[in-house]
C-alpha cells in the first residue's frame, strides 16, 4: 500500500476530497487488514455491539497483560482528565487529525467541504459522520488555548450521534460546566474557555497518535477512571478470553484471602500448596463450563 501524504499529494494538484482527508475503502480495509469482524460500508472494522458488552467488564490490566504479547505495545496512554470517572468509555474509534493552521493547505481543505455544500467548521463534518457506538477520537497536538474541540452544544451533538459512545481528544474541551451533565464518556487534556482556532483538520479515519498510543479507525476504546486503551480489533476475543480467567482466578483468590487463614504469598499469583492449587484448578473448571 502506498503511503498517503496529505500535505505533499496537495503540492501536485488539488485532489477529490477523499483523497486529502480520509484513506480509500480499499486502504482503510488493508491497514486494518487483520480484522476478523464485519466493516462499515467505507471499510472502517465493525467489532460486534456483542463483542463492546465483553469488553465493558475488563479492566486496563487484563488489557495491558495480553496486548505486549501480541506485539502492540504501544496502545495505551494516561494522565486524562475525566468527565465521568465512574463510568467506562467503550466504543469503535472514528480518528481524526488535526495540524497548526496553514493557509495555503487550509484553503484547500475547505475548498472541499464546500463542494460538500457543507459550511460549517471542519470539525463539525467529522461530527456529523458519527454513528451509534462510534467514540470520536481526536489529535489535537496537546493543544490548549484554541485546542478546544467541543462545547456544550456540539458534545450533545456527539452524544446524540453516538448514544453510548463519546470522546477521546488529545486536545481540550470548553464550557465544562455545561458539559457535566450530560452522560459521556469524555477523556480530554485541558478545559480552556476559548473556541477551537488556529487549527486545521488534515485527516478523517487515518492512523492517529494519541499521546503514546498509536491508534486505527475501528480500533475498540476502552477508558475507565485509569486511562484509555485503543484495542485493534483481532486482539479483542484474546483479550476477552483471557480475562475470564483472570476473573474466575480473582475471584477464588479474594474469597480465599477473606477466610482470614491465608498470607499472600500463600496463595497469589499461584496457590503454593497443591490441594488448593488442585482445588483452583477445579473451581476454574466449573467456571469456564468445562
Not at 203 to 230: K, Q, S, T
Amino acid at each position: 500500500m502506498k503511503r498517503i501524504l496529505f500535505g505533499l499529494a496537495l503540492t501536485v494538484a488539488v485532489p477529490a476530497f477523499s483523497q486529502v482527508f480520509k484513506l480509500t475503502k480499499d486502504q482503510l480495509i488493508g491497514i486494518t487488514s487483520k480484522n476478523p469482524y464485519g466493516r462499515f460500508e467505507d471499510g472502517r472494522p465493525k467489532v460486534p455491539d456483542a463483542m463492546l458488552e465483553e469488553v465493558r467488564g475488563l479492566t486496563m490490566e487484563e488489557a495491558w497483560g495480553v496486548l505486549p504479547r501480541l506485539r502492540y505495545p504501544n496502545q495505551y496512554e494516561g494522565n486524562w482528565k475525566i468527565l465521568h470517572p465512574e463510568k467506562k468509555l467503550v466504543g469503535r474509534a472514528v480518528t481524526a487529525q488535526f495540524m497548526p493552521l496553514r493557509p495555503d493547505l487550509n484553503d484547500l481543505l475547505l475548498q472541499d467541504l464546500k463542494k460538500l455544500s457543507f459550511t460549517s467548521a471542519a470539525h463539525q463534518w467529522v461530527i456529523d459522520q458519527l454513528q451509534p457506538g462510534d467514540v470520536f477520537v481526536a489529535d489535537l497536538f496537546g493543544k490548549e488555548d484554541g485546542g478546544s474541540l467541543v462545547g456544550d452544544n456540539l458534545a450533545t451533538a456527539v452524544k446524540s450521534a453516538t448514544v453510548n459512545g463519546g470522546i477521546v481528544v488529545y486536545g481540550g474541551i470548553r464550557d465544562l460546566e455545561g458539559i457535566h451533565p450530560i452522560d459521556m464518556g469524555l477523556y480530554f487534556k485541558h478545559a480552556h474557555p476559548s473556541a477551537i482556532g488556529n487549527v486545521q483538520l488534515t485527516g478523517y479515519n487515518i492512523p492517529v497518535r494519541i499521546g503514546d498510543a498509536v491508534v486505527l479507525p475501528g480500533d475498540v476504546v476502552l477508558g475507565d477512571r485509569e486511562g484509555v486503551y485503543f484495542l485493534p480489533p483481532d486482539t479483542v476475543k484474546p483479550i476477552v478470553d483471557r480475562a475470564m480467567e483472570t476473573h474466575i482466578h480473582d475471584e477464588w483468590t479474594k474469597a480465599k484471602f477473606l477466610t482470614g487463614r491465608y498470607k499472600s504469598s500463600e496463595l497469589y499469583p499461584t496457590p503454593k500448596d497443591p490441594a488448593l492449587l488442585k482445588e483452583y484448578e477445579a473451581y476454574k473448571k466449573k467456571k469456564l463450563g468445562k
